[in-house]
């Protein structure tokens, strides 16, 4: 569904991305996983068309979206959860909820698209008429994935949405994206939480400064010593064991 | 004495009002002071002139009053968006990613490019806004007397500024207004075609200072290629005053400004009517840099 090939992205002299080769197969759950400052969300950018890559492919369906306009890209199927939420706090959630439908023709956007994403989260509908800013982080994080929601994509890109939330909520939130997934959305996930990503997605990426080191299935992953040591905060003795390195 | 003022002062305040609210919602999405504002309001007035003179040589008999201020109206807001439109796409939007002096500079420039354009396009002398009516004093009790364009130009400046207020607070684009002035990355991954609603805020900018250019023209009676100047600043005090960037604070800042104006050239002497004005500038910005109701820009993040 999503294929990234010798992605390079630059930021005036800084080399952000170097060669990033991606893949998502459609109803899948990928995750991306890496330290801070490892170019995630700058993928994520990339993908949704905010920064212009340098040079390589992003293909969507097989039809190339790279350099595209944003709001075109959201029409072709492919929405994005930012980091930090991004919410439009002197928005009410409704509106909020609206500007999420804004690329799709106005008179599609019917009610049965909120009832849609008011069922998922509840505490939504109850705060329709408060303005965004007055929500709590977790609540904000609902109205984030909701207002993605709302453009109907066929892939949805989540960045460390368990960023800032206690615990539960974040079980929560990881919660609610597996049923989104089970809707037939499919779901590329940037992550610190390495372990509740890892257990969620079916394939994972790591990333390192720029490149993917790791790639592999979400299983193999969480056993392997290395990826504990460096995401996982477990320490193993056990470091005679090579992990598959991607090229 | 009082009511004349007041009447005086809602007038000229309706008018700074209007003009305000483009400052103001420019401010708002891009925040870039636009200069050249004041250059459209200018425009505006010339546009209203031009449409009534044309219809009047066009039309044998020429039009009814009522039809001719309406002609001038639909021509400067017209005219006034068109200009608004290719201003942004021409100076603004190269520069969206320049450095913040840059676009200021360049709006600047437009002004002096459009003051300078018309001033030789219609020449250096006053014009003179028609005459279309006969008795305009709607009601004279002595000392108080009011005229039918006071009146209209009062009505008028609320009219517009009510549906200005419904545009943004009800309609799909006045929201996305809304959510790109908040954040643009958030909008843009929502599917809104940012630098769109970065037009579509310059052209309603531009129509509100149009009409206010016809308003003042008919009030007056004369307009020359440099009335954008004064009025620019004075609007943009007014927008100041209100707190750039705020919808609501552009309307108050405008008839504050215009009734403390009034007042000022009633009880103390017509010359300090501009001293009050520009005392009131500096005065916000020493002491509320953010205005009657700008948010702190601490709120925003």
Redesign the interface.
């Known amino acids: 569904m999503l294929e990234i090939r010798g992605l390079h992205v630059h930021y005036g002299a800084i080399h952000a991305l170097k060669g990033i080769d991606l893949r998502v197969e459609q109803g899948e759950i990928v995750t991306l996983i890496g330290a801070n400052g490892a170019g995630k969300s700058t993928t994520l950018m990339s993908i949704?068309?905010?920064h212009a890559p340098s040079s390589g492919r992003i293909l969507f369906e097989d039809f190339p979206v790279e350099g595209m306009?944003?709001?075109r890209i959201?029409?072709a199927g492919i929405?994005?959860v930012?980091e930090g939420r991004?919410?439009?706090?002197?928005?009410t959630v409704q509106?909020?909820l609206?500007?999420?439908?804004?690329?799709?023709s106005?008179s599609s956007v019917g009610n049965a698209d909120l009832d849609t994403v008011y069922d998922l989260f509840p505490i939504l509908r109850e705060r329709r008429l408060q303005r965004g800013?007055t929500l709590s982080g977790g609540e904000q994080q609902m109205l984030a994935i909701a207002?993605?929601l709302m453009?109907r994509p066929k892939l949805l890109l989540l960045d460390e949405p368990s960023l800032g939330l206690a615990p539960i909520l974040v079980e929560r939130v990881f919660e609610r994206i597996r049923e989104i997934n089970r809707s037939g959305v499919t779901i590329l996930l940037v992550e610190q939480n390495a372990h509740m990503a890892l257990h969620l997605a079916s394939r994972a990426y790591v990333m390192e400064t720029g490149r993917i080191v790791i790639s592999g299935d979400s299983r193999v992953l969480v056993g392997d010593p290395q990826i504990k040591r460096a995401y996982l905060g477990e320490m193993d003795i056990d470091t005679t064991q090579k992990p598959t390195r991607s090229a | 004495m009082f009511f004349q003022q007041l009447v005086n002062g809602l007038t000229i305040g309706g008018v700074y009002a209007l003009i305000a609210l483009g400052y103001t919602m420019v401010y708002g999405i891009i925040e870039l002071i636009n200069f050249a504002h004041g250059e459209i309001y200018m425009i505006g007035a010339y546009a209203g002139i031009i449409a009534i003179a044309a219809a009047q040589t066009l039309i044998a008999g020429g039009i009814p009053p009522i039809a001719a201020v309406a002609l001038a109206l639909l021509a400067a807001m017209l005219v006034c968006a068109a200009y608004g439109f290719t201003m942004e796409k021409l100076a603004y939007r190269p520069l969206r990613h320049a450095p913040r002096l840059s676009p200021l500079i360049s709006a600047l420039g437009v002004s002096i490019f459009l003051q300078n354009f018309i001033m030789i396009a219609q020449g250096t002398r006053d014009k003179v806004f028609p005459h279309l009516f006969e008795n305009t004093v709607a009601f004279d009790l002595g000392s108080v007397r009011v005229s039918l364009i006071q009146i209209a130009i009062i009505v008028g400046c609320f009219m517009m500024m009510a549906l200005l207020h419904l545009v943004i607070q009800h309609t799909k684009i006045g929201t996305a207004m809304r959510a790109t002035a908040q954040d643009k990355t958030a909008a843009a991954l929502c599917g809104i075609h940012v630098d769109h609603v970065i037009s579509v805020t310059f052209m309603i900018g531009s129509l509100l200072a149009g009409a206010a250019g016809v308003m003042i023209a008919m009030y007056y009676g004369l307009v020359n290629y440099s009335i954008g100047y004064l009025a620019g600043i004075k609007a943009f005090t007014a927008a100041v005053l209100g707190g750039i960037g705020n919808i609501p604070g552009a309307m108050i800042g405008g008839m504050i400004l215009g009734l403390l104006e009034s007042f000022g050239a009633g009880y103390i002497s017509p010359e300090y009517k501009d001293v009050i004005a520009f005392s009131i500038l500096i005065l916000v910005l020493l002491i509320k840099p953010s205005g009657l109701l700008g948010e702190n820009l601490a709120e925003k993040a």
């Open positions: 949704s068309g905010i306009r944003p709001d959201v029409r929405s994005q930012p991004r919410i439009f706090a002197r928005l509106e909020n609206r500007m999420g439908a804004f690329a799709r106005g800013g207002r993605a453009a």
